[in-house]
């Protein structure tokens, strides 16, 4: 008996253990002194097909399974198989497998990375049969070479078909009968095509070639042929070189009694109607004869038995007697005239056996981000049985999937099967099982695999926000919010949802949070925070994410239009969705903290190397990123602490011209450089690039599946549109497209700023020209509107939670450098920021988490804070 490991333990090596295993085989030995060699072994499996092919849109996976027979079941006999599939071309996700069905047959499951762009993907895999699990000896054939042939495609492929109307196996007489002309139909879906009648000058073609579905006609020459039979092939190739070829049997006929035909052939599939065949009898003299027939087989009639010439007989046959299993089966029907001699008409019978015909080969549930549950698919079965139906079993199944029915009759017209994915019941991942649809038909039984696939992702909640803002001082006051939570499935089940300060209530109403805020009991002048933590009422939901609160609770209310000054030199500023704190650095050592309500500085936070970049803070507001120019890397800052808590090594060194941003799809927290790079922030696990250009501006909606870049800085505004989407599959995949082909040329020049609002609707932008700030719809990136900045180059922009703008710029002359407008880009109020003589640094005018203090830093290295309140 045979030991294996279970299919959910099979390791998937990857290329580069090739070399531990000695580059496969192990079936041949030798010695340095002479000694005999052991011949290789032929290859210990056979492919069903030979080439694992599929066509998947690009974006997706593609799951695909191929059978593998094993050669010689002897040699694994008594021993632990450790069977996988190595993948040296980055083609296949590491969930790909070899699992072992029987003594005799694996299947290969293989499931094609998400990433890959749109083309053609040919190479070859390794199966190995490997001894141990460090796979350092193989049994004899192994490794065997799978080649592979997928296509990334956003449309399906054309069919291509060939199919005669009547037998391309005829009989006639020289003088006497010629064999009916046949059409032949091509299915090509608009390729052009060739064909050919293998030089046989006996068989005419009335074309030769064609473009797109048509047809040919195939008659038959027997001028100058003598007695016997001659046989050639048609074949049609495509333009692509594809090419059905059908062979073509003539029988030429001799002298004495005359038959339709010389032998006769019945070519079907078990299990349909067989049309019967007319043999018309005659004698070369037309001098009529009485004659009897009789059939030498059971399955094989003929009608009538007797007559006189010129006439005609039919002959049937039916693989019902005998219960016939596919095969050929011959007979003769003999016909013995009165006065001559007599004639035998052999007859085969050619039984193919029926297929059983499923309209997926791979059915993947759960969707391509294992969380759509709700929704069906439909499995159709068909057996190319014509009318007749016979009886067909599905078994194998997993117990995380469902079907309408299990068994039934089926026949050409299909029996269609409901299937659903039964959530509770997978496993988080991506689980496959091998199904096995099966027909019994006469003597067989025909059997198709399905590959039953579930992608299952963790069922979260998510709340549109993480961090709130709230602020309460004498004339200003923002106490409440109302935050909308979402199931990533798509199936809210309720919740219940707790704070953990006495200030701070929570209620529930459906799906939504209403926060309220009661400062009476607090200190005044005091930051006070508190965490909402959400917990599901259905226990396989998750909500992994915390809502971090924070109230300024303040003696005083800010001047509307009053600015507050730090006169250092500053470069960069970022500020807390939560707290009412501003992060500014002079890419020195160091960062200084800023209450923007009252100006003051609430500390530094030095430990960092001298040239500091950009910065980012987590949408939560609970870290902030650093990007270190001299050590290629990032260093995180624990915002509840205001110390340094961690650092993050760069695979590629960041500049100046470098931009951060930190995003949370699917409530997974990343990290993104304009460079493309991407690290998850629980760990700083590297993840696959975004397809983003070079470098630019970064902006991205509240739950990170929209990142939207610019380019800074151009003859040109060029914007690309992502989107983004993390799931449980694989240990973890990482979903990136672009929305647009290319780089969306947008109008003006010298791109500066960008803002994407929170439900990734509307992209804003600032850049030099136009001289306004300009609104673009989020998918299309087509122009909504522009807001008029006067006579000043934007090169800032930015969107309050109540959706106001605020577009700021560069001039030394005008009286103002910031307009601010409506949600609906009207204009409300402007104000100048900078000195006389000063103006304000591109992508340095942020706004608070509350949306009611400007900080922004002009190019003499001055922090402002703006007032421009409720």
Not at 10 to 32: K, Q, R
Not at 111 to 121: D, E, I, K, W
Not at 744 to 764: E, I, K, Y
Request: hydrophobic share 40%.
């Amino acid at each position: 008996m045979l030991r294996f490991r279970p299919a959910y333990a099979v390791p998937f090596f990857i290329a580069a253990l090739l070399s531990g295993c000695g580059g496969g085989g192990g079936g041949s030995s030798s010695n340095s002194g002479g000694g005999t060699t052991t011949p290789v072994a032929s290859p210990a499996l056979t492919f069903t097909p030979a080439t694992a092919t599929g066509t998947v849109v690009a974006g997706a996976t593609l799951t695909t399974n191929v059978i593998a027979a094993v050669a010689r079941p002897s040699d694994l006999s008594g021993s632990t198989v450790y069977p996988s599939v190595v993948d040296s071309n980055s083609v296949l996700l590491s969930s790909s497998s070899v699992v072992r069905d029987s003594d005799s047959q694996y299947h290969v499951v293989l499931q094609t990375v998400p990433t890959l762009a749109a083309g053609s993907y040919t190479g070859n895999f390794s199966v190995r049969l490997c001894r141990d699990s460090n796979c350092a000896s193989q049994f004899p054939g192994s490794p065997v070479t799978l080649p592979y042939n997928f296509t990334v495609l956003t449309a399906g492929s054309g069919v291509f078909t060939v199919v005669p109307a009547a037998s391309l196996t005829v009989t006639g007489q020289s003088g006497v009968s010629t064999p009916a002309s046949t059409t032949v139909a091509i299915t090509t879906t608009g390729r052009s095509w060739t064909a050919s009648n293998g030089g046989a000058a006996w068989l005419k073609l009335s074309a030769s070639s064609g473009t797109g579905d048509g047809s040919l006609t195939i008659s038959y020459d027997l001028t100058g042929l003598a007695a016997g039979t001659y046989t050639t092939n048609l074949s049609v190739t495509t333009v692509d070189n594809n090419t059905v070829t059908l062979p073509v049997s003539l029988t030429v006929l001799p002298p004495g009694l005359v038959l339709g035909s010389n032998s006769v052939t019945f070519n079907a599939i078990n299990g349909a109607p067989i049309a019967t065949q007319v043999i018309s009898i005659d004698t070369d003299t037309k001098n009529a004869t009485s004659y009897t027939a009789s059939s030498s087989a059971a399955w094989l009639g003929v009608s009538p038995t007797s007559g006189t010439t010129p006439a005609t007989t039919v002959l049937t046959v039916d693989p019902t007697i005998g219960t016939l299993a596919a095969g050929s089966y011959t007979g003769n029907i003999t016909l013995t005239p009165s006065g001559l001699t007599a004639r035998t008409l052999p007859v085969t019978l050619n039984l193919t056996a029926a297929t059983l015909s499923p309209s997926l080969s791979t059915i993947t549930l759960g969707g391509t981000y294992g969380r759509d549950f709700s929704s069906s698919q439909t499995l159709g079965l068909t057996l190319n049985t014509s009318t007749n139906s016979w009886p067909w079993s599905l078994t194998g199944l997993p117990a995380w999937a469902s079907v309408s029915a299990s068994a039934g009759t089926v026949n050409a017209a299909g029996s269609s099967l409901t299937v659903k994915a039964l959530s509770a019941s997978a496993s988080t991942g991506i689980s496959s099982t091998l199904a096995t649809a099966s027909a019994v038909v006469n003597g067989d039984t025909v059997k198709s695999s399905v590959l039953f696939t579930v992608n299952k992702d963790l069922h979260k909640l998510l709340p549109a926000e993480t961090a709130v803002a709230f602020v309460n001082t004498p004339s200003w006051s923002r106490l409440t919010r109302t935050i909308s939570v979402t199931d990533n499935y798509g199936s809210f089940g309720g919740m219940s949802a707790t704070s953990n300060q006495s200030w701070l209530v929570v209620g529930v109403s459906s799906d939504k949070l209403i926060l309220t805020a009661d400062p009476s009991q607090l200190s005044t002048d005091t930051l006070n925070t508190a965490t909402i933590t959400i917990t599901p009422s259905d226990s396989d939901v998750t909500a992994p994410e915390t809502i971090r609160v924070a109230l300024w609770n303040g003696s005083t209310t800010p001047t509307t239009a009053g600015i507050i000054t730090a006169n250092l030199p500053y470069t960069n500023v970022v500020t807390d969705p939560a707290r009412p704190y501003a992060y500014a650095h002079n890419g020195s050592a160091y960062v200084d903290v800023y209450n923007v309500y009252t100006g003051a500085k609430v500390t530094s936070i030095t430990g960092f190397s001298s040239h500091l970049g950009d910065m980012a803070v987590s949408p939560n507001g609970d870290t902030l990123y650093v990007l270190d120019i001299d050590n290629a890397r990032v260093t995180t800052i624990n915002l509840s602490t205001l110390a340094i808590s961690s650092q993050l090594t760069l695979a590629t060194a960041g500049t100046k011209a470098t931009r951060l941003k930190v995003i949370r799809p699917n409530g997974v927290g990343m990290l993104l450089l304009s460079d493309g790079q991407t690290y998850l922030t629980s760990s700083f696990a590297r993840l696959s690039n975004l397809p983003l250009t070079t470098g630019g501006s970064l902006a991205a909606s509240a739950d990170g599946k929209r990142v939207v870049q610019q380019d800074e800085g151009g003859t040109s505004i060029n914007h690309t549109s992502v989107s983004v989407d993390y799931a449980a599959l694989s240990g973890g995949t990482l979903f990136a497209a672009k929305l647009t082909a290319a780089s969306h040329s947008s109008p003006g020049t010298a791109g500066q700023d960008l803002w994407v609002n929170s439900d990734g609707t509307r992209v804003f932008y600032a850049a030099s020209t136009p001289k306004s700030c300009t609104v673009m719809e989020g998918t299309s990136l087509g122009i909504l509107s522009y807001m008029s900045v006067g006579d000043i180059a934007p090169n800032n922009v930015d969107v309050a939670i109540d959706g106001r703008i605020i577009c700021g710029g560069t001039t030394k002359s005008s009286s103002s450098d910031l307009y601010l407008f409506s949600s609906a880009y009207a204009a409300v109020t402007q104000y100048r920021i900078a000195a006389s003589g000063q103006q304000l640094l591109a992508r340095q005018a942020v706004l608070s988490g509350d949306g009611w203090i400007v900080a922004a830093i002009t190019d003499d290295g001055v922090l402002s804070f703006l007032a421009i309140g409720p």
